[in-house]
T-cell receptor
């Protein structure tokens, strides 16, 4: 079945630094990947839609200069949190759509980011 | 008002019981309705999806969508301890869109 991996699974960084999260589709080519964020006791919230070879589309309220998304290949999308602050601490999870698989989005296991 | 409302639970039922999970939503533009299951430290896994109103059955699981009431349900028959997980409803406007999730309901099936 379709597998999506994320790396790292958890990361701790100091305030003001940047951190990069990778999302890979392991056994299919994903033309579209999505990035979600989840704060404690809240629902998964869509941050942006990433299409291979083009600029990401960000949801309202998500700072595109702070959350840089690159989808340079059909199997890899990256999310870089720039100048991270404690309020960016959250659970970040990506999903990928297999064009041959219809509507289904396959989710990675998520990345827990803690900014100190 | 949030776009999608879902009671976070926990919901605890004995093994073999019928479980009813549900969500309400406010955006009438939603056309696709999904139920995901998520185990601890794992990503959500799609259980089933429904397009527009109606019922869909898959084994022990039945999904219902009532667009007139903006209400969706997931029923689990003959519940098993292995069904214990967080169940998330999700929906989207078009087939290429991202998902709007509920908070998820933590379900516990007691042996």
């Amino acid at each position: 079945g379709a597998v999506v991996s994320q790396h790292p699974s958890w990361v701790i960084c100091k305030s003001g630094t940047s951190v990069k999260i990778e999302c890979r589709s392991l056994d299919f080519q994903a033309t579209t990947m999505f990035w979600y964020r989840q704060f404690p006791k809240q629902s998964l919230m869509l941050m942006a839609t990433s299409n291979e070879g083009s600029k990401a589309t960000y949801e309202q309220g998500v700072e595109k200069d702070k959350f840089l998304i690159n989808h340079a290949s059909l199997t890899l999308s990256t999310l870089t949190v720039t100048s991270a602050h404690p309020e960016d601490s959250s659970f970040y999870i990506c999903s990928a759509r297999d064009p041959a698989g219809g509507l289904e989005q396959y989710f990675g296991p998520g990345t827990r980011l803690t900014v100190t | 008002q949030k776009e999608v409302e879902q009671d976070p639970g926990p919901l605890s039922v004995p093994e073999g019981a019928i479980v009813s999970l549900n969500c309400t939503y406010s955006n009438s533009a939603f056309q696709y309705f999904m139920w995901y299951r998520q185990y601890s430290r794992k990503g959500p896994e799609l259980l089933m999806y429904t397009y527009s109103s109606g019922n869909k059955e898959d084994g022990r699981f039945t999904a219902q969508v009532d667009k007139s009431s903006k209400y969706i349900s997931l029923f689990i028959r003959d519940s098993q301890p292995s069904d214990s997980a967080t169940y998330l409803c999700a929906m989207m406007r078009g087939g290429a869109d991202g998902l709007t999730f509920g908070k998820g309901t933590h379900l516990i099936i007691q042996p």
